[in-house]
């Protein structure tokens, strides 16, 4: 099921650049195709006065490129001055939401072969997000010298002072930009005009009649949506749906889209809230919206809130909108039609996945991880499948994702933890005598919750294991982020005597160095390195040069993705702890590995 005219389709984490809210807001600033705004310039002068560097600029970051929307101290003031990636730092801030700093950008791994090191002579950088009101980051204000530099708090809390001023500087550039009254796509009233109807309302006499009554509509999954069939049509749906919302009420002013899906509607007079968001309810289902000779059924959150006596026009828009913010994070989105693409199986999916651990529909499979000197087994990987019904087995780099993004992974995780812990208690009764132990892989999603550790706990103590028996594998997602709250959690891992194994490592951004500063105890080698030993001779001494350093950092190696005995050998060779692949076995059902152990244990 999961095939679409053959092609497997790949669902990757989301990427922070293409969040496509983030997109739109950026979309919506209109400055992807102008030269450097004069306003915004003399933030970047103020910058590079009071911190002493001789470049400073505002960049906004789209997709694939970095836009300059302010400057100093770069060559080029009228023309559009358009960066790619190559040459970009800022892009950095936005991907990792946060500020980002180097003091020497020879030396540091993110930056060394970025070509701005090179043509503009960017030896030192700090810059800071630069975010909208409605929480996108859509840019960063930075700092830059050509010689190295330690940058201070005080520094970084100048860039931030002056990126808010920027954003203000943005805000406005915006509502000039449509008058301030009207949104450019809809027509609709913005909110201050919609505020201003809603007051008339309440002073009129139709409010002496009856009620008023504000709706806030959320569209349901039309971000999805956008992604399966493109902005454009994204676009279309809207503005017909704001036609339908303003032919419920007759009246123009009432309607106003606040947010890119989301809506705010108005009634005055006798009706009740019921009957009005049923007759919206209707309009917005009947007849059927089509795009492009598609029909494309669109539903959506509807909360109604009504006027008491005494209670002013905004502080009623921000009741209905509050509700609907609490309503949507409980409300699961519902299926919403024929879509197609990545985005139809991944909404799917994301329907699908939520609660297939109570479905029984999960199951572990076992890959074991050899010590490569003596052929014995150390541990085994529990692997997670998952058999659909409907779609068949799906393949955990396609579901793992979706449920990151969905929350289900946290269950779904703690169900991975619960039956890893008791099959190996199980095996390990079986074979006394063979010290094995049981590596589970978690997310960043799990980690972020406080009760990760807890539950961690609980797991070993259902099954009556020592800490020791478990390893978690953990990627650099999970403490890149380096927020108190993973770390803590991480610590008080390692503290119970968890082992602590790092995933997937030279697929990140981190260098070794860096990872150590985390209480890790194994790096797993990508499987990326290993399959180019024997062909690529930099892959190899990459591998014989990470095996030493983290041995020297007091790490131990596994290697991952060996299929064959070159690679074994180079290996072993090169002093690598422990070896993973089908080479020596493909992950298999729980129920083949005491064969496994008896193959392997002695
Ligand atoms: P991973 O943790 O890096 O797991 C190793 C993957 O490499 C497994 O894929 C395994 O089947 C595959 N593999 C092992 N040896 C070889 C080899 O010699 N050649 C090749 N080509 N592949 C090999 P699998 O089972 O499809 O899992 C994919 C990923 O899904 C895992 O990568 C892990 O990141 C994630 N995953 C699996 N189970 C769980 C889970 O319970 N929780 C979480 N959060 N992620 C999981
Ligand atoms: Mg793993
Ligand atoms: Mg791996």
Redesign the pocket.
């Not at 991952?560 to 299929?563: A, D, P, R, W």
């Given at each position: 099921m999961l095939q679409a005219e053959g092609q497997r389709i790949n669902l990757r984490a989301p990427d922070p650049l293409l969040d496509p809210a983030r997109l739109d807001a950026l979309r919506e600033l209109d400055l992807l195709e102008s030269a450097p705004q004069d306003s915004l310039s003399k933030l970047n002068d103020i910058a590079s006065a009071v911190l002493g560097v001789p470049v400073s600029a505002l960049s906004l970051i789209s997709w694939d490129r970095q836009i300059t929307a302010g400057m100093n101290g770069l060559i080029g003031t009228t023309e559009v001055l358009d960066t790619p990636f190559s040459h970009s730092f800022c892009h950095h801030v936005v991907r990792a939401g946060e500020p980002f700093v180097v003091e020497d950008s020879r030396k540091h791994p993110l930056v060394m072969d970025n070509l701005a090191v090179r043509d503009d002579e960017i030896i030192a950088y700090a810059g800071v997000p630069v975010r909208l009101e409605n929480g996108e980051c859509v840019g960063a204000f930075c700092a830059c010298d050509h010689k190295p530099r330690r940058w201070t708090d005080a520094d970084l809390a100048t860039l931030g002072n002056l990126a808010t001023i920027a954003v203000d500087v943005l805000e406005l550039h915006r509502i000039k930009r449509d008058g301030g009254m009207r949104d450019t796509l809809t027509g609709l009233p913005r909110r201050a005009l919609f505020t201003e109807r809603v007051r008339s309302m309440l002073d009129s006499d139709e409010f002496a009649m009856g009620s008023v009554t504000v709706v806030a509509v959320d569209l349901q999954a039309f971000r999805l949506f956008n992604e399966a069939w493109g902005h454009e049509a994204g676009d279309k749906i809207l503005t017909e749906v704001a036609r339908r919302f303003r032919d419920t009420t007759g009246d123009p002013e009432a309607v106003c889209r606040v947010a890119g899906d989301e809506f705010l509607i108005a009634n005055a007079g006798p009706e009740d809230a019921e009957s009005f968001v049923g007759r919206l309810q209707q309009m917005l289902a009947s007849p059927q919206i089509r795009i492009d000779g598609v029909d494309q059924p669109v539903s959506a959150l509807f909360v109604a809130t009504t006027s008491k006596p005494g209670v002013d026009a905004a502080e009623l828009i921000d009741d209905a909108l509050a509700t609907l913010a609490a309503t949507k994070t409980t409300a699961t989105e519902q299926a919403i039609g024929p879509l197609a693409g990545p985005a139809m199986e991944r909404l799917r999916l994301r329907n699908a996945i939520s609660g297939a651990e109570r479905r029984d529909e999960l199951a572990l499979h076992y890959?074991p991880l050899l010590d490569l000197q003596t052929g014995r087994v150390h541990s085994l990987?529990?692997?997670?499948r998952w058999e659909h019904p409907e779609l068949g087995s799906v393949?955990?780099?396609d579901f793992?994702p979706v449920a990151e993004t969905t929350g289900a992974?946290v269950p779904i995780?703690e169900w991975?933890l619960r039956r890893a812990c008791s099959d190996l208690a199980n095996w390990r009764a079986e074979f006394p005598d063979i010290d094995v132990t049981v590596a589970?892989?978690?997310?960043p999603e799990q980690v972020r919750l406080p009760s990760f550790d807890a539950a961690v706990g609980a797991a070993l103590d259902a099954a009556g294991l020592p800490p020791g028996a478990l390893a978690l594998?953990i990627t650099e997602r999970t403490i890149l982020t380096d927020r108190p709250g993973e770390r803590r959690t991480i610590d008080a891992l390692q503290a119970r005597g968890v082992d602590l194994h790092l995933?997937?490592f030279g697929t990140g951004y981190s260098s070794l160095g860096y990872l150590t500063r985390f209480p890790l105890d194994v790096i797993k080698i990508d499987?990326m390195f290993v399959s180019r030993i024997g062909t690529d001779e930099r892959a190899t001494a990459l591998i014989a040069g990470i095996i030493a350093m983290a041995h020297s950092l007091g790490l131990q190696t596994v290697a991952?993705?060996?299929?064959d005995a070159t690679q074994r050998d180079a290996l072993t060779e090169m002093g690598c702890d422990f070896g993973?692949?089908?080479?020596f076995a493909r992950?298999s059902p729980g129920d083949d590995v005491p064969d496994l152990l008896r193959q392997f244990g002695g």
């Open positions: 890959q990987e529990a692997l997670l393949s955990p780099v793992i992974i995780g991975v589970v892989n978690v997310a594998e995933d997937d499987r991952e993705g060996i299929e993973q692949g089908f080479l992950p």
